[in-house]
C-alpha cells in the first residue's frame, strides 16, 4: 500500500501521511467491512482513494474540459518505434531507467496510474484492481492498456538514445522499480 500511495503522490512523506490515513480509516471502517472482498483488496481500495483526495485537494486545474485527455480516448497511436526486445538486465537496474520510467509514471493521469501500479507494479488481479478501484474488469484492462501505451510513447525516446531494447513491460516494471 505504501508503494501504490507512493507512486501515486510522488512524494515519500505525503505516501507515509495517506498509509496512516488509510489504515485509520480501516481501523474505523473495520465494523462495517462485510467481507465481499479480501482484506488487502479492501484496504487497496481505501490507500487509493486517501491519495486522490490528497491529490484533488492539492492540484491546481490546468486541464482544458474541452479538450479529451490520455483516458477520453485520445489518439494513441505510436509516434516513436523502437524495438524492445533486447534489453540487458543491467541496464534495467540503471537508476536512469528508474527515474525515466517514474517520471513517465508521473504524467499519467490519475485513473491510468492508479490501475497500472496495481497491477503491473504491485501485482494485483485484474479482478482484486477492479475490486480496489470500483470498477468493471473491463475498464481495468481498457485503462492498463491505455496506461501501457501511453507509458510506452514516453519511455520510446529514453529506449531510441541508443539504449537496446526491452522485452516486456512487465519486467521493465519489474526490474526498474
Known sequence: MYNLALRLMADPHEAEDVLQETFISAFRALPRFEGRSQLGTWLYRIAYNAALMRLRKRRVRT???????????????????????????????????????????????????????????????????????ALTETNVKVRLHRARLALREKLSAYFASGAPSAGSHKELVSHAM
Open 63 to 133: 486541464e482544458s474540459l474541452d479538450e479529451p485527455g490520455v483516458a477520453e480516448g485520445v489518439d494513441l497511436a505510436p509516434r516513436q518505434f523502437t524495438d524492445w526486445t533486447a534489453l540487458p538486465d543491467k541496464l534495467l537496474l540503471r537508476r536512469e531507467l528508474r527515474d525515466s520510467l517514474n517520471a513517465a509514471l508521473l504524467t499519467l493521469p490519475e485513473s491510468l496510474r492508479g490501475v497500472f501500479v496495481l497491477r503491473d507494479i504491485e501485482g494485483l488481479s485484474t479482478a482484486e484492481t477492479a475490486a480496489a478501484l
